[in-house]
């Protein structure tokens, strides 16, 4: 089986369908759109031209920032969660996935994948923030994210 191959391509030198079709997949996942047709509308291309390229084109977002993936080991008490939500909402992290495990020994452990974005903190400056919050126990950086 041929392993899928993909390009990075400036929308300069392409037909502007492809941006009209990220367009119409935007307005539908945000829930501007009710259907596929009226996506493909409301972008000014046909729904043929949507369903032929959906599965296809994508919007490259590897320079809009950086993905960290931390393990956070918290004291099991009300309010540390979120502090810990807040701070990295204040430190400009747009939180991306929350595996939350079942509270043990009155401690719970939380993993995140946090987008940096363009924010301008480093890894260790966030995490030695989040370290400072009352009821984090540790943060650990787990290898996998972007940079």
Not at 12 to 21: A, D, R, S, T
Not at 25 to 37: D, H, I, Q, T
């Amino acid at each position: 089986m041929e392993k899928d191959r993909y390009l990075l391509i400036s929308p300069k030198v392409l037909p502007p369908v492809f941006e009209n079709v990220i367009l119409a997949k935007e307005l539908l996942a945000s829930g501007k759109a009710a259907s596929a047709a009226q996506a493909a509308k409301l972008a000014g291309i046909s729904r043929s031209a949507f369903y032929k390229y959906k599965d296809f084109v994508f919007k490259y977002s590897g320079t809009a920032g950086n993905t960290l993936n931390i393990n956070a080991l918290l004291s099991d008490r009300a309010g540390v969660f979120s502090a810990l939500t807040a701070e990295l909402y204040s430190c400009g992290a747009n939180i991306i996935t929350v595996t939350q495990g079942l509270p043990e020994n009155s401690t719970a452990n939380v993993s995140l994948t946090v987008s940096t974005g363009e924010s301008g903190i480093s890894p260790d400056e966030l995490i030695g923030r989040l370290l400072k919050i009352d009821g984090v126990i540790s943060i650990k950086k787990i290898d996998g994210g972007k940079q």
